[in-house]
């Protein structure tokens, strides 16, 4: 669980900052060099962070990671606007989906 607490944080980082070091992980967490290389090196291999010397950048794939929820809380309004307009439409025992 601890290292996808880590792994969760670096990408944090990489969103906000764009770039992450191998001595902030460390310091972080407490963990010893050779981990934070390995979490950076596995999170490497999945696409999600490019490694560079003394930590790692962000990877284009990350660019659009976090735009889901940002577009959702954007759209929330309208959302909730179509809501209150079917609202009108549903009759009892009526099921409906909204996502």
């Known amino acids: 669980m601890v290292q996808e607490l880590r792994k969760k944080y670096i990408l ?9 070091s191998i001595q902030n992980i460390v310091e972080n967490f407490n963990i010893s060099e050779i981990t934070a290389r390995r979490d950076l090196n596995e999170l490497e291999s ?14 284009r794939i990350t660019s659009g990671l976090f735009d ?3 577009t959702a809380l954007k759209l929330q309004d309208h959302k909730i606007d179509i809501c209150r307009f079917a609202m009108n439409y549903i009759e009892e025992d009526d099921t409906i989906y909204m996502d």
């Open 12 to 20: 944090n980082q990489l969103n906000k900052y764009e770039s992450i």
């Open 46 to 59: 999945k696409g999600f962070l490019v490694r560079v010397h003394g930590g790692a950048i962000k990877s």
């Open 68 to 70: 889901f929820n940002n």
